[in-house]
Structure formats: structure tokens, C-alpha cells
């Protein structure tokens, strides 16, 4: 086998290096394309594009030899083991050590020590890239990409206009200055209807625009105590339905039977006498100063008929009742916090993806409620000690109804399986129509139809998502996360300006520097204004598909 010298090698060739090898050679770079087990289709999907395809153990160094490694400009290490990634990694670079690598690593913390160890490396998770664009997603927020810098979370978003849109109207530099926001790309001018653009922001700046379910999804007042109504509230919320349906039955029957006695008992008697009579009998009370006896025959088989179907709902109530002081005080002893009384967001699967979209939306301060159908987990382990957990299976419509389906402002279905997470979200949506869903799907295909269809409203392909960050790590130094838009491949690269840039305006350096970091924050830099002397940039690199 030949490769071109600058050819970029892929090892692993699952759904994720499947994508990865795909969008490279739609942008023109050789590849050859490393796995040890490779689908056919796969396979001749690869080949058909260009690239060259290869059956082995990328750990072994021979196989490496034979991909070319050593005269090769990066190498993606993308298989399922962080281990197997890592040792693919050394391997390579002691290859060739100004090799540039792109690794996906699942843990954080390891992934920033072998970026500062390594040196033109990128190593991120597939988790940490999807889990910002479900999480604000859900919240109704097109969220193009998110990654993090340092302690800052970055957001790429599509700012898409609507009729009477509050951006109707402003220009590139007005939502920098108003919003904090930088524009990448959808051209220059004021915003008008249908018209959309690209935009860069720290997380916060971001979730400033306009748009999104944020009315819905409202963090709780700092230092608010729970009062009377609100307590309340919880708990009725937090009741079992067949207890609120026991409840309404109750309520109903008194109504009801209110009417009937101030009607129907012979002497007429008060609606004070009729509620009193009422109560009495349903408490099985009876203390025998009002009776239908002398009301003629219907008014006795009536009154019959309430006295047993009275006690019964009242059983039923106080059991419910009983357990739900129980299940309370349970939960106040193991210091389990209550289900939110509504505008939540639920998360079923507490995997990779589930926990990071959870961790998240509560960095953004988001009331969440995780499902899962395991609750001794790592994640459920770790989370149901101080977030709201529900253990069951989300299909069904009882453990949704438990985690207050309800009144939930959307629901991320984020199990490994795509099948349950389509029914998850067609339960909910039964369960509660104006329901925002959200489902990870592995295969894009399938999530741009169930999109299509109307199935979900958000269909999210983790492996779509994180191959342009792959790609873009293995075409460019520095870049921090990379993303498709129609012309091809756009990657944003963080680091220090070259000593040239110093002190004169990105305008005059004809560069897109969206974002500049000055003292710790990170800001929406006016290309008019020169670059301080000691920054890092955020900045635009673009490469366009190959005809």
C-alpha cells in the first residue's frame, strides 16, 4: 500500500473514525483508515471516497508502519478504549514526534494532562462534545457545538430569525455589544426574518439572547424559603396519580353529593346541613341527627351507594396518604431532594452522555431529574445523592409520571439504545403533548428522519457531532472544537497570537478573532480595537469541500 506524504491516519473505524474518515475526505486529505474490526459497508464506503482501509490492531507498531505513521501529518485515535487510544498515541509519536494527534478520551481530567504533556494534541471525549448541544437543546437554544476553555464553557449557536424577533434588526457589532456575542459567519448587514447567523459566546453570554424555552426553565431564587403554598405544591406534585385521582374522586362524590341532600332530604335541610351530613358520612361518622331514612327509596339507595363507595375512596386515600408521609420522611432522612414542581428537564440514562447533560444543565442552573433503570450505577450512584433520581424504566408511564412528566418543560432520552429512546420520547409525548423531546441517536440517517417525521424534536447523532472536532484537531494546531456548515469544515483555534499580531486590530490582520481572553474572561473582541499585549485568541480557520 502507498500513501501520500501529509496523509492523516484513523485508527479505529466505529461509528465516530467511521465519520471522522468520511468528512477528511470530503475535504480533500488522504487518509488511511486503521481498525481491527471494519464493517464492509464501511469499508467500501471509505475506499469509494479515496481513502485507504486497513484490518489490524493499531496498538501493534508494525500495523502502524504499514498505515504509513511515520510520514504521516496526524493521526486520530478514536476507538472505544481510552487505554487502547493512549497506547496507539505513544506509539505514534515516538513514530514520529511532531506527529499531530487528535485522541478521544472520555475522562476530562486525563484528556488536559496528555493536551499539556503530548503538545499538538487535542484529546476529548465524545460525551463532553454532544452533552451541551442536548442540554440547550432541550432548553429550545440551537446549539451548533460547545466545548470548554479552561473553566470557561463556550457555546457555537445558529441564530435563526423569526417574525418580530427581538435581534430583528441588529447588525454583527450590536449583538456584541448588547449580548456579548461574536458573529462567525452568515454575512455582514442588519438581521431581518429568516435570515440567520453563526455566532461564538461564553455560556452565560450566550443564554443571554433571546429565544428558547428559558421562561419555562427557571432556576430557583437564591435563598427563597419554602412557604406554605409552595410546600403544598411539591407535595401534590410529587403525589402518585392514582393518590390525586383518589383525591379528585373524593372531591367529586362530596360535590356531588352535597346537591343531592340539599335536595333531595325530606325536611328539606340547609347547604351547611347538606355539606355536614355529607362529611359525616363519608368519614363513616354518622352521628344519626340527619338520615335519608324518611326521604323515600331512592334517597336510601343513594345514600347507600355513597356510604360505600365513600369509605372505600377514603381507604384508598389515607393509605396513600400513609405512604407518601412515609416515602417523604425516608427520603428527608437519606437527604434526597424533592422532585421539581415543574419546568424541569428529565434525563433517562445515566451513561457517558446522560451524566455529562446533566452536569451541564446544572453548571447552567437548570432544575433536572435523572431516570434510570439502574440505580446502583456509577452515575446514578453519584448523582441521586443530591439531585432528584428516579429508578425504573422510562418507558413505561409510571416511572415518567414519578420523575413529573407533567410538568416537565422537556425530556432528553440518553440511553445506548436507540429503539428505547424513541419510545421514551413518544411516552412522554403522550403522557404530555407540549413537551419538548430530545433523543440521542447513534446512526445521523435515522436522526435526520425521526426529525423529518416529527417523531422528536431534537434527534441528536453523537458520532455527527464529534467527528468535525476529530477532523479539525488533525487538519489544524490549536483547534478547539470544529463544526460543518455548508461550505465545508469551520474549526475555532485557541492560543497565543503570533508575536506579529500584537497591538494592531484583527480587522487590519484580515483574521476572525471572534473571542479574546484578557485576565481570565474570555470577551466578543471589536475587530477595531488592537489586540492587548498579553491575550489568547479564539480564532476562525475554514476549509472548503473538495469537488
Same mark, same amino acid.
Given at each position: ?63 502502524? *508502519? =504499514? !498505515?504509513?505513521?511515520?510520514?504521516? /501529518? +496526524? %493521526?486520530? #485515535? ?5 487505554? &487502547? ?33 503530548? *503538545? =499538538? !494534541?487535542?484529546?476529548?471525549?465524545? /460525551? +463532553? %462534545?454532544? #452533552? ?5 437543546? &432541550? ?42 456575542? +461574536? ?78 341532600f340539599r335536595l333531595g332530604v ?240 484583527p480587522a487590519e490582520l484580515g ?37
Amino acid at each position: 500500500m502507498t500513501t501520500a506524504r501529509e496523509h492523516i491516519v484513523v485508527c479505529g473505524l466505529g461509528h465516530v473514525g467511521y465519520r471522522v474518515s468520511r468528512l477528511l475526505l470530503r475535504l480533500g486529505a488522504p487518509v488511511a483508515a486503521l481498525g481491527l474490526e471494519i464493517r464492509s459497508d464501511r469499508a467500501r464506503a471509505v475506499a469509494e471516497g479515496g481513502g485507504d482501509v486497513l484490518q489490524g490492531d493499531a496498538r501493534d507498531d508494525a500495523e502502524l *508502519g =504499514r !498505515a504509513g505513521v511515520e510520514k504521516a /501529518s +496526524a %493521526l486520530v #485515535a478514536v476507538t472505544d478504549s481510552d487505554l &487502547a487510544n493512549l497506547e496507539v498515541a505513544l506509539d505514534a509519536r515516538r513514530a514520529s514526534p511532531e506527529l499531530r494527534l487528535a485522541l478521544r478520551v472520555f475522562d476530562r481530567d486525563l484528556a488536559r494532562t496528555l493536551e499539556q504533556s503530548f *503538545g =499538538r !494534541a487535542r484529546a476529548v471525549g465524545v /460525551s +463532553a %462534545l454532544s #452533552a451541551p448541544v442536548v442540554a440547550f437543546g &432541550a432548553l429550545g437554544h440551537e446549539v451548533t457545538a460547545g466545548f470548554s476553555l479552561g473553566e470557561t464553557d463556550v457555546l457555537v449557536g445558529r441564530l435563526c430569525l423569526a417574525e418580530g424577533s427581538p435581534l430583528e434588526g441588529l447588525d454583527a457589532s450590536d449583538l456584541r455589544e448588547r449580548f456579548g456575542v +461574536a458573529v462567525i459567519s452568515g454575512g455582514p448587514g442588519k438581521l431581518g426574518p429568516g435570515q440567520s447567523r453563526t455566532v461564538v459566546a461564553e455560556r452565560a453570554a450566550y443564554l443571554r439572547l433571546p429565544g428558547g424555552q428559558d421562561a419555562l426553565v427557571t432556576p430557583p431564587r437564591a435563598g427563597a424559603e419554602p412557604g406554605v403554598r409552595k410546600s403544598l405544591a411539591t407535595a401534590w406534585s410529587n403525589s402518585p396519580r392514582p393518590l390525586r385521582r383518589a383525591f379528585g374522586l373524593l372531591l367529586a362524590l362530596t360535590a356531588v353529593s352535597v346537591a343531592v341532600f340539599r335536595l333531595g332530604v325530606d325536611p328539606p335541610i340547609s347547604l351547611v346541613e347538606a355539606l355536614y351530613f355529607t362529611a359525616t358520612t363519608v368519614t363513616t361518622t354518622g352521628y344519626g341527627d340527619i338520615t335519608p331514612r324518611t326521604s323515600g327509596s331512592l334517597m336510601m339507595i343513594y345514600g347507600s351507594l355513597f356510604m360505600v363507595l365513600g369509605s372505600v375512596t377514603m381507604a384508598v386515600l389515607y393509605s396513600f396518604a400513609t405512604s407518601f408521609v412515609v416515602s417523604e420522611q425516608l427520603r428527608k432522612e437519606l437527604g434526597r431532594p424533592p422532585i421539581p414542581k415543574g419546568g424541569h428537564v428529565i434525563v433517562v440514562g445515566l451513561g457517558n452522555v446522560g451524566y455529562r447533560t446533566v452536569d451541564t444543565l446544572r453548571a447552567a442552573d437548570r432544575e433536572v431529574v435523572a431516570v434510570d433503570l439502574n440505580p446502583d450505577g456509577e452515575f446514578a450512584t453519584a448523582l441521586r445523592e443530591n439531585r432528584p433520581f428516579v429508578a425504573g424504566d422510562a418507558r413505561l408511564a409510571a416511572t415518567l409520571e414519578s420523575a413529573g412528566i407533567g410538568s416537565a418543560a422537556a425530556i432528553i432520552a440518553a440511553t445506548g439504545d436507540d429503539a428505547a429512546n424513541l419510545a421514551i420520547t413518544l411516552t412522554a409525548r403522550r403522557l404530555s403533548p407540549k413537551i419538548r423531546t430530545v433523543a440521542r441517536v447513534f446512526d445521523a440517517d435515522f436522526a435526520a428522519k425521526l426529525e423529518a417525521g416529527r417523531l422528536v424534536d431534537l434527534a441528536v447523532s453523537t458520532s455527527r457531532l464529534a467527528a468535525p472536532t476529530f477532523a479539525a484537531a488533525a487538519l489544524f494546531d490549536d483547534a478547539a472544537v470544529g463544526f460543518v456548515e455548508d461550505a465545508g469544515l469551520t474549526a475555532l483555534c485557541f492560543g497565543a497570537p503570533p508575536s506579529d499580531w500584537r497591538g494592531r486590530p484583527p480587522a487590519e490582520l484580515g483574521e476572525e478573532l471572534p473571542l479574546v481572553e484578557t485576565d481570565g474572561a474570555l470577551v466578543a473582541w471589536d475587530p477595531r480595537e488592537a489586540l492587548p499585549e498579553a491575550c489568547r485568541v479564539l480564532w476562525v480557520r475554514r476549509r472548503r469541500w473538495q469537488s
